[in-house]
Protein backbone atom coordinates (compact mmCIF):
# COMPACT_ATOMS: atom_id res chain seq x y z
CA UNK A 1 0.00 0.00 0.00
CA UNK A 2 0.77 3.62 0.12
CA UNK A 3 1.23 4.27 3.82
CA UNK A 4 3.39 0.90 3.95
CA UNK A 5 5.87 2.30 0.92
CA UNK A 6 6.39 5.22 2.08
CA UNK A 7 7.70 3.47 5.53
CA UNK A 8 10.08 1.04 3.51
CA UNK A 9 11.33 4.12 1.61
CA UNK A 10 12.63 5.48 4.75
CA UNK A 11 16.53 5.03 4.57
CA UNK A 12 19.31 7.38 6.83
CA UNK A 13 22.46 8.82 5.14
CA UNK A 14 25.40 9.92 7.60
CA UNK A 15 27.28 13.01 7.38
CA UNK A 16 29.71 13.38 4.56
CA UNK A 17 32.93 11.32 5.48
CA UNK A 18 35.31 13.80 3.77
CA UNK A 19 33.65 16.83 6.15
CA UNK A 20 33.84 14.62 9.51
CA UNK A 21 37.65 13.25 8.66
CA UNK A 22 38.12 16.82 7.79
CA UNK A 23 37.18 18.08 11.10
CA UNK A 24 38.24 15.53 13.48
CA UNK A 25 41.78 15.54 11.44
CA UNK A 26 41.85 19.43 12.56
CA UNK A 27 40.31 19.02 15.72
CA UNK A 28 43.48 16.43 16.76
CA UNK A 29 46.05 19.26 15.57
CA UNK A 30 44.72 21.14 17.89
CA UNK A 31 44.28 19.48 20.87
CA UNK A 32 47.52 18.32 20.45
CA UNK A 33 48.89 21.71 20.57
CA UNK A 34 46.95 22.51 23.45
CA UNK A 35 47.68 20.03 25.11
CA UNK A 36 51.53 20.20 25.32
CA UNK A 37 50.39 24.10 27.21
CA UNK A 38 49.03 22.42 29.76
CA UNK A 39 51.43 19.62 30.56
CA UNK A 40 53.40 22.08 32.72
CA UNK A 41 49.49 22.49 34.82
CA UNK A 42 49.24 18.85 35.73
CA UNK A 43 52.49 18.63 36.76
CA UNK A 44 52.38 21.55 38.91
CA UNK A 45 49.05 21.03 40.73
CA UNK A 46 47.53 17.42 39.86
CA UNK A 47 50.05 14.95 39.72
CA UNK A 48 51.13 15.05 43.33
CA UNK A 49 47.63 13.07 44.28
CA UNK A 50 46.84 11.74 40.76
CA UNK A 51 49.64 10.56 39.22
CA UNK A 52 50.71 6.57 38.69
CA UNK A 53 52.17 6.11 42.47
CA UNK A 54 49.28 7.86 44.47
CA UNK A 55 45.65 7.31 42.09
CA UNK A 56 43.58 8.86 44.54
CA UNK A 57 40.21 8.58 43.62
CA UNK A 58 41.11 5.69 41.26
CA UNK A 59 42.60 8.66 38.62
CA UNK A 60 45.97 8.21 36.93
CA UNK A 61 46.78 11.75 34.94
CA UNK A 62 50.17 10.96 33.93
CA UNK A 63 48.24 8.43 31.77
CA UNK A 64 45.31 9.64 30.74
CA UNK A 65 45.01 10.52 27.10
CA UNK A 66 43.11 13.31 25.65
CA UNK A 67 41.41 10.87 23.28
CA UNK A 68 38.12 12.31 23.55
CA UNK A 69 37.01 10.61 20.66
CA UNK A 70 37.01 7.48 23.05
CA UNK A 71 33.65 7.53 24.78
CA UNK A 72 34.74 6.90 28.24
CA UNK A 73 37.83 8.81 27.88
CA UNK A 74 35.41 11.58 26.76
CA UNK A 75 33.15 10.92 29.94
CA UNK A 76 36.11 10.83 32.27
CA UNK A 77 37.43 14.08 30.97
CA UNK A 78 33.64 15.70 31.53
CA UNK A 79 33.82 14.67 35.08
CA UNK A 80 37.33 16.38 35.45
CA UNK A 81 36.08 20.22 34.16
CA UNK A 82 33.17 19.36 36.24
CA UNK A 83 35.06 19.21 39.68
CA UNK A 84 37.59 21.58 38.57
CA UNK A 85 34.53 24.32 37.84
CA UNK A 86 32.96 23.32 40.86
CA UNK A 87 35.78 24.27 43.13
CA UNK A 88 36.26 20.50 44.40
CA UNK A 89 39.51 19.96 42.46
CA UNK A 90 42.29 21.09 43.83
CA UNK A 91 40.82 20.33 47.01
CA UNK A 92 39.95 23.41 49.32
CA UNK A 93 42.84 22.19 52.21
CA UNK A 94 45.60 22.33 48.89
CA UNK A 95 47.07 25.88 48.03
CA UNK A 96 45.08 26.91 45.04
CA UNK A 97 46.97 27.96 41.86
CA UNK A 98 46.57 31.16 40.42
CA UNK A 99 43.30 32.59 39.05
CA UNK A 100 44.73 33.32 35.29
CA UNK A 101 46.29 29.67 35.18
CA UNK A 102 43.20 27.83 36.70
CA UNK A 103 40.74 30.34 33.99
CA UNK A 104 43.09 29.30 31.18
CA UNK A 105 43.34 25.54 31.71
CA UNK A 106 38.93 25.47 32.22
CA UNK A 107 38.79 27.44 29.08
CA UNK A 108 41.36 25.43 27.03
CA UNK A 109 39.38 21.84 28.51
CA UNK A 110 35.77 23.26 27.86
CA UNK A 111 36.85 24.43 24.47
CA UNK A 112 38.07 20.77 23.46
CA UNK A 113 35.40 19.13 24.74
CA UNK A 114 32.90 20.97 22.97
CA UNK A 115 35.34 20.77 19.80
CA UNK A 116 34.67 16.49 20.32
CA UNK A 117 31.16 17.01 20.86
CA UNK A 118 30.55 18.75 17.28
CA UNK A 119 33.06 16.67 15.57
CA UNK A 120 31.30 13.05 16.32
CA UNK A 121 29.50 12.02 13.64
CA UNK A 122 25.30 12.15 12.46
CA UNK A 123 24.55 9.15 14.15
CA UNK A 124 25.79 10.22 17.21
CA UNK A 125 24.11 12.83 17.89
CA UNK A 126 22.23 14.15 21.26
CA UNK A 127 18.87 14.12 19.52
CA UNK A 128 18.13 11.08 17.34
CA UNK A 129 15.53 10.99 14.83
CA UNK A 130 12.01 10.16 16.70
CA UNK A 131 8.14 9.92 16.37
CA UNK A 132 5.69 11.73 17.94
CA UNK A 133 4.82 10.49 21.58
CA UNK A 134 1.02 9.74 21.88
CA UNK A 135 0.29 13.02 24.02
CA UNK A 136 2.35 15.07 21.33
CA UNK A 137 0.24 12.93 18.80
CA UNK A 138 -2.86 13.98 20.28
CA UNK A 139 -2.15 17.38 20.51
CA UNK A 140 -0.86 17.81 17.45
CA UNK A 141 -4.01 16.50 15.79
CA UNK A 142 -5.94 19.03 18.48
CA UNK A 143 -4.37 22.26 17.74
CA UNK A 144 -4.02 21.42 13.57
CA UNK A 145 -8.07 20.74 13.32
CA UNK A 146 -9.04 22.76 16.11
CA UNK A 147 -10.32 19.72 17.97
CA UNK A 148 -9.21 20.87 21.71
CA UNK A 149 -10.88 17.87 22.71
CA UNK A 150 -10.63 14.94 21.17
CA UNK A 151 -9.30 12.01 22.63
CA UNK A 152 -7.11 9.74 20.43
CA UNK A 153 -4.57 9.55 23.52
CA UNK A 154 -5.64 6.03 24.61
CA UNK A 155 -6.02 4.34 21.13
CA UNK A 156 -2.67 4.67 20.80
CA UNK A 157 0.54 2.00 22.35
CA UNK A 158 1.60 3.36 25.65
CA UNK A 159 5.05 4.65 24.57
CA UNK A 160 8.57 3.26 26.47
CA UNK A 161 10.47 5.44 28.83
CA UNK A 162 13.98 6.05 28.40
CA UNK A 163 16.49 8.14 30.70
CA UNK A 164 13.09 8.96 33.18
CA UNK A 165 11.62 10.49 29.34
CA UNK A 166 9.37 8.93 26.97
CA UNK A 167 10.77 11.65 24.53
CA UNK A 168 13.86 9.73 24.07
CA UNK A 169 14.28 8.17 20.58
CA UNK A 170 15.62 5.03 22.31
CA UNK A 171 12.21 4.55 23.68
CA UNK A 172 9.91 5.31 20.49
CA UNK A 173 10.13 2.12 18.37
CA UNK A 174 7.35 1.65 15.77
CA UNK A 175 6.01 -1.52 14.76
CA UNK A 176 2.42 -3.20 12.78
CA UNK A 177 0.12 -2.30 15.61
CA UNK A 178 1.51 1.56 15.97
CA UNK A 179 0.58 1.80 12.39
CA UNK A 180 -2.73 0.06 12.57
CA UNK A 181 -3.53 2.18 15.87
CA UNK A 182 -2.10 5.42 14.06
CA UNK A 183 -4.66 4.41 10.80
CA UNK A 184 -7.72 4.23 13.51
CA UNK A 185 -6.83 7.09 15.31
CA UNK A 186 -6.79 9.19 11.30
CA UNK A 187 -9.94 8.19 10.41
CA UNK A 188 -11.49 9.09 13.67
CA UNK A 189 -10.49 12.49 13.37
CA UNK A 190 -11.84 12.06 9.54
CA UNK A 191 -14.88 11.34 10.94
CA UNK A 192 -15.13 14.50 13.38
CA UNK A 193 -13.34 16.46 10.62
CA UNK A 194 -15.85 16.41 7.56
CA UNK A 195 -19.02 17.63 7.56
CA UNK A 196 -21.89 15.24 6.59
CA UNK A 197 -24.93 18.09 5.86
CA UNK A 198 -25.11 21.42 4.57
CA UNK A 199 -26.62 22.93 7.66
CA UNK A 200 -25.11 22.31 11.60
CA UNK A 201 -26.60 20.10 13.66
CA UNK A 202 -29.59 22.43 15.69
CA UNK A 203 -27.73 23.25 19.56
CA UNK A 204 -30.73 22.05 22.21
CA UNK A 205 -30.83 22.64 25.74
CA UNK A 206 -31.23 20.25 28.26
CA UNK A 207 -31.79 20.77 32.00
CA UNK A 208 -31.08 17.57 34.03
CA UNK A 209 -31.05 17.23 37.70
CA UNK A 210 -28.47 15.14 39.71
CA UNK A 211 -31.27 13.29 40.76
CA UNK A 212 -32.23 11.59 37.30
CA UNK A 213 -29.00 9.40 37.96
CA UNK A 214 -29.92 5.45 39.25
CA UNK A 215 -27.61 5.15 42.10
CA UNK A 216 -27.80 8.75 43.44
CA UNK A 217 -31.71 7.89 43.47
CA UNK A 218 -30.65 4.75 45.49
CA UNK A 219 -28.67 7.16 48.16
CA UNK A 220 -32.15 9.05 48.25
CA UNK A 221 -34.41 6.70 48.67
CA UNK A 222 -32.77 3.89 50.58
CA UNK A 223 -29.05 4.76 51.58
CA UNK A 224 -28.74 8.04 53.41
CA UNK A 225 -26.37 9.27 51.13
CA UNK A 226 -28.04 12.10 49.58
CA UNK A 227 -30.79 14.30 49.95
CA UNK A 228 -33.27 16.62 48.02
CA UNK A 229 -33.59 20.55 49.08
CA UNK A 230 -36.13 23.46 48.39
CA UNK A 231 -35.05 26.91 49.40
CA UNK A 232 -32.12 25.49 51.27
CA UNK A 233 -34.05 22.98 52.92
CA UNK A 234 -35.11 19.70 53.73
CA UNK A 235 -37.88 18.87 50.88
CA UNK A 236 -41.15 18.37 52.78
CA UNK A 237 -42.65 16.12 49.98
CA UNK A 238 -39.06 13.67 50.10
CA UNK A 239 -37.54 13.97 53.46
CA UNK A 240 -34.20 11.99 54.00
CA UNK A 241 -34.16 8.53 54.97
CA UNK A 242 -34.58 8.21 59.26
CA UNK A 243 -34.87 5.01 60.55
CA UNK A 244 -37.35 4.50 57.82
CA UNK A 245 -36.69 4.15 54.01
CA UNK A 246 -38.60 5.33 50.83
CA UNK A 247 -40.28 1.89 49.15
CA UNK A 248 -40.99 1.14 45.85
CA UNK A 249 -38.19 3.53 43.75
CA UNK A 250 -40.06 3.25 41.01
CA UNK A 251 -43.32 4.53 42.24
CA UNK A 252 -41.29 7.84 42.63
CA UNK A 253 -39.85 7.73 39.45
CA UNK A 254 -43.23 7.72 37.89
CA UNK A 255 -44.50 10.17 40.28
CA UNK A 256 -42.05 12.35 39.53
CA UNK A 257 -40.40 12.99 42.66
CA UNK A 258 -36.88 13.31 41.65
CA UNK A 259 -37.86 15.50 38.49
CA UNK A 260 -39.63 18.64 41.06
CA UNK A 261 -36.94 20.75 40.32
CA UNK A 262 -35.07 20.06 44.12
CA UNK A 263 -31.33 20.38 44.90
CA UNK A 264 -29.53 17.21 45.29
CA UNK A 265 -26.91 17.26 48.61
CA UNK A 266 -24.67 14.98 48.52
CA UNK A 267 -22.60 13.23 51.60
CA UNK A 268 -20.89 10.38 49.99
CA UNK A 269 -17.63 11.06 47.64
CA UNK A 270 -16.95 9.07 44.23
CA UNK A 271 -15.68 5.31 44.61
CA UNK A 272 -15.56 1.98 43.21
CA UNK A 273 -19.59 1.64 43.36
CA UNK A 274 -20.51 5.45 43.79
CA UNK A 275 -19.79 7.34 40.31
CA UNK A 276 -22.55 9.92 40.01
CA UNK A 277 -23.24 11.60 36.54
CA UNK A 278 -25.86 13.38 34.11
CA UNK A 279 -26.30 10.46 32.07
CA UNK A 280 -30.06 11.20 30.22
CA UNK A 281 -27.42 13.47 28.14
CA UNK A 282 -24.97 12.19 25.78
CA UNK A 283 -22.87 13.86 23.01
CA UNK A 284 -23.92 12.70 19.62
CA UNK A 285 -22.24 15.04 17.67
CA UNK A 286 -18.21 16.02 18.85
CA UNK A 287 -18.06 19.76 19.30
CA UNK A 288 -18.26 22.53 21.49
CA UNK A 289 -20.86 22.70 24.48
CA UNK A 290 -21.84 25.47 26.58
CA UNK A 291 -22.26 23.77 30.43
CA UNK A 292 -24.40 25.78 33.57
CA UNK A 293 -24.42 24.28 36.95
CA UNK A 294 -24.95 26.11 40.15
CA UNK A 295 -23.38 24.54 43.27
CA UNK A 296 -23.67 25.40 47.64
CA UNK A 297 -22.44 23.80 50.88
CA UNK A 298 -23.91 22.93 54.27
CA UNK A 299 -23.28 21.60 57.31
CA UNK A 300 -25.59 18.78 57.83
CA UNK A 301 -26.86 18.13 61.74
CA UNK A 302 -29.67 15.67 62.00
CA UNK A 303 -31.85 16.96 60.00
CA UNK A 304 -30.64 20.78 60.43
CA UNK A 305 -29.03 22.94 57.81
CA UNK A 306 -26.53 25.00 58.67
CA UNK A 307 -23.68 27.26 57.57
CA UNK A 308 -20.68 25.04 55.92
CA UNK A 309 -17.00 25.21 57.38
CA UNK A 310 -15.90 26.84 54.38
CA UNK A 311 -16.07 26.79 50.76
CA UNK A 312 -15.87 23.30 49.40
CA UNK A 313 -15.05 21.92 45.53
CA UNK A 314 -16.95 19.95 43.01
CA UNK A 315 -15.19 17.96 40.46
CA UNK A 316 -16.56 18.03 37.32
CA UNK A 317 -15.16 15.07 34.42
CA UNK A 318 -15.99 14.21 31.52
CA UNK A 319 -17.02 10.62 31.42
CA UNK A 320 -16.52 8.23 28.01
CA UNK A 321 -20.01 6.12 28.43
CA UNK A 322 -19.02 2.29 27.41
CA UNK A 323 -21.31 -0.97 27.09
CA UNK A 324 -24.13 1.37 26.24
CA UNK A 325 -24.00 3.34 29.83
CA UNK A 326 -24.23 0.42 31.65
CA UNK A 327 -22.39 0.02 34.68
CA UNK A 328 -20.20 2.68 36.27
CA UNK A 329 -16.97 1.49 35.88
CA UNK A 330 -16.20 4.09 32.66
CA UNK A 331 -13.00 6.05 31.75
CA UNK A 332 -13.39 9.46 32.16
CA UNK A 333 -10.62 12.57 32.69
CA UNK A 334 -11.39 16.01 34.92
CA UNK A 335 -12.83 19.14 33.16
CA UNK A 336 -11.98 21.43 36.89
CA UNK A 337 -13.23 21.57 40.51
CA UNK A 338 -15.47 24.25 41.19
CA UNK A 339 -16.36 26.42 44.29
CA UNK A 340 -19.32 25.35 46.28
CA UNK A 341 -20.11 28.33 49.04
CA UNK A 342 -21.95 28.05 52.33
CA UNK A 343 -25.27 28.11 52.08
CA UNK A 344 -25.53 30.17 48.53
CA UNK A 345 -25.75 28.96 45.48
CA UNK A 346 -22.65 30.40 43.20
CA UNK A 347 -23.14 29.75 38.94
CA UNK A 348 -20.59 28.05 36.90
CA UNK A 349 -20.29 28.54 33.58
CA UNK A 350 -18.11 27.11 30.65
CA UNK A 351 -17.62 25.71 27.43
CA UNK A 352 -16.20 22.02 27.09
CA UNK A 353 -15.69 20.12 24.19
CA UNK A 354 -17.24 16.77 24.25
CA UNK A 355 -16.69 13.35 22.21
CA UNK A 356 -19.47 11.70 21.26
CA UNK A 357 -21.25 9.02 23.70
CA UNK A 358 -19.27 11.63 26.83
CA UNK A 359 -21.52 12.85 29.64
CA UNK A 360 -20.83 15.07 32.75
CA UNK A 361 -19.73 13.12 35.62
CA UNK A 362 -20.00 14.50 39.27
CA UNK A 363 -18.26 14.42 42.63
CA UNK A 364 -17.84 15.97 46.07
CA UNK A 365 -14.27 15.97 46.01
CA UNK A 366 -13.60 18.27 49.17
CA UNK A 367 -15.36 15.88 51.60
CA UNK A 368 -13.78 13.00 53.28
CA UNK A 369 -15.35 9.62 52.69
CA UNK A 370 -18.58 8.24 54.43
CA UNK A 371 -20.49 5.78 54.10
CA UNK A 372 -23.87 6.22 55.69
CA UNK A 373 -25.02 2.96 54.67
CA UNK A 374 -22.78 1.14 56.81
CA UNK A 375 -21.37 4.11 59.31
CA UNK A 376 -25.25 5.07 60.37
CA UNK A 377 -27.38 2.17 59.23
CA UNK A 378 -28.88 4.22 56.31
CA UNK A 379 -30.18 7.68 59.05
CA UNK A 380 -29.16 10.19 57.06
CA UNK A 381 -31.12 12.00 60.68
CA UNK A 382 -28.10 10.61 62.39
CA UNK A 383 -25.94 12.21 60.71
CA UNK A 384 -23.90 15.03 61.19
CA UNK A 385 -21.34 16.47 58.33
CA UNK A 386 -20.86 18.49 55.27
CA UNK A 387 -22.69 18.15 51.99
CA UNK A 388 -22.57 20.04 48.55
CA UNK A 389 -25.33 20.56 46.52
CA UNK A 390 -26.13 20.82 43.20
CA UNK A 391 -29.19 22.94 41.70
CA UNK A 392 -29.11 20.91 38.73
CA UNK A 393 -27.06 21.20 34.94
CA UNK A 394 -27.62 22.76 31.53
CA UNK A 395 -26.12 21.22 28.56
CA UNK A 396 -26.53 23.49 25.14
CA UNK A 397 -25.53 22.56 22.21
CA UNK A 398 -23.09 21.44 19.76
CA UNK A 399 -22.10 25.33 19.15
CA UNK A 400 -20.66 26.41 15.97
CA UNK A 401 -19.85 29.54 14.83
CA UNK A 402 -18.73 28.70 11.54
CA UNK A 403 -19.73 25.62 9.38
CA UNK A 404 -18.55 23.80 7.68
CA UNK A 405 -16.14 24.00 10.63
CA UNK A 406 -12.68 24.85 10.30
CA UNK A 407 -11.60 21.00 10.23
CA UNK A 408 -13.54 20.71 7.56
CA UNK A 409 -12.16 23.60 5.93
CA UNK A 410 -9.09 22.61 6.27
CA UNK A 411 -9.31 19.76 4.20
CA UNK A 412 -11.53 21.12 1.73
CA UNK A 413 -11.25 25.06 1.16
CA UNK A 414 -14.50 26.66 0.12
CA UNK A 415 -15.01 23.61 -2.21
CA UNK A 416 -19.42 23.07 -2.11
CA UNK A 417 -21.27 20.59 -0.86
CA UNK A 418 -23.73 18.97 -2.97
CA UNK A 419 -26.23 15.68 -2.43
CA UNK A 420 -24.83 12.58 -3.89
CA UNK A 421 -27.51 11.42 -6.26
CA UNK A 422 -26.59 7.60 -7.27
CA UNK A 423 -28.63 7.53 -10.38
CA UNK A 424 -26.45 10.66 -11.76
CA UNK A 425 -23.34 9.00 -10.88
CA UNK A 426 -24.07 5.11 -11.60
CA UNK A 427 -19.90 4.35 -11.69
CA UNK A 428 -19.16 6.78 -8.77
CA UNK A 429 -19.01 5.19 -4.90
CA UNK A 430 -20.59 7.34 -2.61
CA UNK A 431 -18.93 7.85 0.39
CA UNK A 432 -19.42 5.78 3.33
CA UNK A 433 -21.13 7.78 6.56
CA UNK A 434 -21.94 6.01 10.31
CA UNK A 435 -25.75 5.76 11.13
CA UNK A 436 -26.17 8.56 13.61
CA UNK A 437 -28.37 7.45 16.30
CA UNK A 438 -28.31 8.05 20.19
CA UNK A 439 -27.05 4.42 21.92
CA UNK A 440 -26.67 5.27 25.78
CA UNK A 441 -29.40 3.92 27.74
CA UNK A 442 -30.97 6.41 29.75
CA UNK A 443 -29.68 9.26 27.67
CA UNK A 444 -32.80 11.80 26.46
CA UNK A 445 -31.28 13.68 23.50
CA UNK A 446 -31.25 12.69 19.96
CA UNK A 447 -29.88 13.06 16.76
CA UNK A 448 -31.37 15.43 14.27
CA UNK A 449 -33.12 14.12 11.05
CA UNK A 450 -31.09 13.46 7.85
CA UNK A 451 -31.55 15.73 5.10
CA UNK A 452 -29.80 12.90 2.36
CA UNK A 453 -26.38 12.12 1.55
CA UNK A 454 -24.20 15.01 0.90
CA UNK A 455 -20.72 14.72 -0.27
CA UNK A 456 -17.63 17.73 -1.48
CA UNK A 457 -18.11 18.31 -4.73
CA UNK A 458 -15.48 19.52 -7.40
CA UNK A 459 -15.56 20.30 -11.06
CA UNK A 460 -12.10 20.33 -11.31
CA UNK A 461 -10.93 17.11 -8.85
CA UNK A 462 -7.40 17.15 -9.78
CA UNK A 463 -6.70 20.85 -9.90
CA UNK A 464 -8.53 21.50 -6.11
CA UNK A 465 -6.89 18.29 -4.85
CA UNK A 466 -3.40 19.79 -5.98
CA UNK A 467 -4.27 23.50 -4.38
CA UNK A 468 -5.57 21.87 -1.01
CA UNK A 469 -2.67 19.57 -0.61
CA UNK A 470 -0.31 22.33 -1.06
CA UNK A 471 -1.96 24.03 1.50
CA UNK A 472 -3.03 21.00 4.05
CA UNK A 473 0.94 18.96 3.38
CA UNK A 474 2.92 22.17 4.82
CA UNK A 475 0.74 22.78 7.82
CA UNK A 476 0.34 18.97 8.80
CA UNK A 477 4.39 17.87 8.12
CA UNK A 478 4.60 21.74 9.97
CA UNK A 479 8.04 22.54 7.32
CA UNK A 480 7.99 23.19 3.37
CA UNK A 481 6.71 20.35 1.04
CA UNK A 482 8.45 19.95 -2.30
CA UNK A 483 6.09 19.95 -5.17
CA UNK A 484 7.39 16.49 -5.86
CA UNK A 485 5.90 15.49 -2.53
CA UNK A 486 2.97 16.92 -3.50
CA UNK A 487 2.53 15.62 -7.07
CA UNK A 488 2.96 12.09 -5.72
CA UNK A 489 0.12 12.56 -3.26
CA UNK A 490 -2.17 14.49 -6.23
CA UNK A 491 -1.20 11.14 -7.94
CA UNK A 492 -2.62 9.40 -5.30
CA UNK A 493 -6.02 11.01 -5.63
CA UNK A 494 -6.08 10.11 -9.36
CA UNK A 495 -5.79 6.62 -8.87
CA UNK A 496 -8.58 6.35 -6.22
CA UNK A 497 -10.78 8.68 -8.68
CA UNK A 498 -10.30 6.23 -11.79
CA UNK A 499 -11.22 3.10 -9.36
CA UNK A 500 -14.30 4.56 -8.97
CA UNK A 501 -13.96 6.63 -5.38
CA UNK A 502 -15.91 9.71 -5.21
CA UNK A 503 -13.94 12.82 -4.38
CA UNK A 504 -14.26 13.37 -1.05
CA UNK A 505 -13.41 9.44 -0.85
CA UNK A 506 -9.88 9.81 -2.54
CA UNK A 507 -9.14 12.96 -0.83
CA UNK A 508 -10.21 11.14 2.45
CA UNK A 509 -7.96 8.26 1.46
CA UNK A 510 -4.63 10.95 0.56
CA UNK A 511 -5.09 12.64 4.09
CA UNK A 512 -5.38 9.44 6.32
CA UNK A 513 -2.11 8.73 4.14
CA UNK A 514 -0.79 12.25 5.03
CA UNK A 515 -1.28 11.76 8.90
CA UNK A 516 0.17 8.21 8.91
CA UNK A 517 3.19 9.18 6.99
CA UNK A 518 6.81 9.52 8.39
CA UNK A 519 6.51 13.17 7.58
CA UNK A 520 3.27 14.00 9.97
CA UNK A 521 4.71 11.42 12.62
CA UNK A 522 8.22 11.76 13.02
CA UNK A 523 10.51 14.66 14.04
CA UNK A 524 12.09 15.79 10.93
CA UNK A 525 14.42 18.28 11.56
CA UNK A 526 17.65 17.80 9.60
CA UNK A 527 17.07 17.90 5.87
CA UNK A 528 19.92 15.59 5.04
CA UNK A 529 19.03 12.91 7.58
CA UNK A 530 16.22 10.68 5.62
CA UNK A 531 14.40 10.64 2.06
CA UNK A 532 10.78 11.42 1.98
CA UNK A 533 8.25 9.33 -0.01
CA UNK A 534 8.65 10.80 -2.87
CA UNK A 535 12.58 9.51 -3.02
CA UNK A 536 11.51 6.11 -3.67
CA UNK A 537 10.79 6.42 -7.48
CA UNK A 538 13.98 8.19 -7.56
CA UNK A 539 16.22 6.50 -5.84
CA UNK A 540 17.16 3.95 -8.87
CA UNK A 541 18.37 7.01 -10.43
CA UNK A 542 20.36 9.01 -7.50
CA UNK A 543 21.65 8.71 -4.23
CA UNK A 544 19.60 11.59 -3.07
CA UNK A 545 15.65 12.42 -4.14
CA UNK A 546 13.37 15.59 -3.83
CA UNK A 547 12.88 15.93 0.19
CA UNK A 548 9.96 17.66 1.81
CA UNK A 549 11.14 21.26 2.84
CA UNK A 550 14.67 21.15 1.19
CA UNK A 551 15.38 24.93 1.55
CA UNK A 552 18.43 25.59 3.26
CA UNK A 553 18.46 27.59 6.17
CA UNK A 554 14.31 28.16 6.12
CA UNK A 555 14.02 24.60 7.04
CA UNK A 556 16.07 24.92 9.81
CA UNK A 557 13.94 27.63 11.04
CA UNK A 558 11.11 25.37 10.64
CA UNK A 559 13.11 22.62 12.94
CA UNK A 560 13.70 25.39 15.61
CA UNK A 561 10.38 26.52 15.41
CA UNK A 562 8.92 22.56 15.97
CA UNK A 563 11.60 22.41 19.00
CA UNK A 564 10.21 25.47 20.61
CA UNK A 565 6.45 24.34 19.86
CA UNK A 566 7.10 20.70 21.54
CA UNK A 567 8.69 21.41 23.85
CA UNK A 568 6.71 24.33 25.65
CA UNK A 569 3.31 23.31 24.21
CA UNK A 570 3.84 19.87 23.31
CA UNK A 571 2.25 20.69 19.99
CA UNK A 572 2.55 21.83 16.72
CA UNK A 573 3.66 25.45 15.89
CA UNK A 574 1.22 27.91 15.66
CA UNK A 575 0.82 30.44 12.97
CA UNK A 576 2.53 32.71 13.93
CA UNK A 577 5.71 30.65 14.62
CA UNK A 578 5.35 29.25 11.41
CA UNK A 579 5.17 32.90 9.50
CA UNK A 580 8.85 33.78 11.24
CA UNK A 581 10.34 30.88 10.89
CA UNK A 582 9.24 31.43 6.90
CA UNK A 583 10.31 35.18 7.15
CA UNK A 584 13.71 34.25 8.90
CA UNK A 585 13.39 36.26 12.01
CA UNK A 586 12.65 33.36 14.35
CA UNK A 587 16.51 33.22 15.32
CA UNK A 588 17.15 37.16 16.05
CA UNK A 589 17.62 36.86 19.70
CA UNK A 590 14.84 39.64 20.55
CA UNK A 591 12.39 37.94 18.28
CA UNK A 592 12.90 34.75 19.89
CA UNK A 593 12.98 35.77 23.55
CA UNK A 594 9.85 37.18 22.89
CA UNK A 595 8.46 34.43 21.43
CA UNK A 596 9.75 32.34 24.29
CA UNK A 597 7.75 34.75 26.25
CA UNK A 598 4.60 34.63 24.48
CA UNK A 599 4.46 30.74 24.50
CA UNK A 600 4.52 30.89 28.16
CA UNK A 601 2.00 32.78 28.65
CA UNK A 602 -0.12 31.16 26.68
CA UNK A 603 -2.46 28.35 28.15
CA UNK A 604 -1.16 25.45 25.97
CA UNK A 605 2.35 25.99 27.79
CA UNK A 606 0.03 24.11 30.80
CA UNK A 607 0.87 20.75 29.25
CA UNK A 608 4.79 21.31 29.72
CA UNK A 609 3.93 22.15 33.24
CA UNK A 610 2.22 18.93 33.64
CA UNK A 611 4.21 16.93 31.43
CA UNK A 612 7.78 17.74 31.64
CA UNK A 613 7.63 17.85 35.61
CA UNK A 614 5.67 14.54 35.60
CA UNK A 615 8.41 12.75 34.12
CA UNK A 616 11.77 14.65 35.21
CA UNK A 617 10.48 14.48 38.81
CA UNK A 618 8.30 11.15 38.66
CA UNK A 619 5.59 12.96 39.53
CA UNK A 620 3.06 10.61 37.49
CA UNK A 621 4.25 7.98 40.04
CA UNK A 622 2.40 9.63 42.69
CA UNK A 623 -1.19 9.82 41.46
Not at 27 to 54: P, R, V
Not at 512 to 529: G, I, K, T
Amino acid sequence: SFISQSFISQSFISQSFISQSFMIWCFLILCQSAAAQQTAFFKSQCYDCHDSNEKQGGLDLSALKLDLSQAENFTRWVRIYDRVTAGEMPPKDVERPPASELNMFTKWLETSLIAADLAKPGVERRAGLRRLTRVEYENTMRDLFDMPGIALHDGLPADATAHGFDTNSDALNISHVNLAKYLEAADQVLDFAIATQPNPPIPHTQRIPLSSHYYVQILLASNGGAVLFKDKQPDPEFPATSTYQHLDQGAHQRFGLFDAGSSVGVFRTEDESFRPSFQRFAAIYPGRYRIRTALWSYQWDQGKVLPSRGVEAVRLSAVQLTNRGLGQDHPSYVIGYFNAPSLQSQSHEFVQWLNPHETIGYNVASLAPVHIYHQYKRNAMSFTGPGIACDGLEIEGPLHDVWPPRAHQLLFGDLPLSEFKSDEHPSVRPPKRPHVQQTMIGAQNRPDPSSGLWTVSSEKPLEDADRLLAAFLPKAFRRPVDEAVRKQYVSQVERRLEAGDCFETAMRWVYRAALCSPDFLYHVEDRHARQTVSDKDSQTKSDTGPRSGERGDENEDHALACRMSYFLWNSMPDHRLIELARSGNLRTPAVLHGEIERMLKDEKSQRFVKDFPGQWLSLRKIA
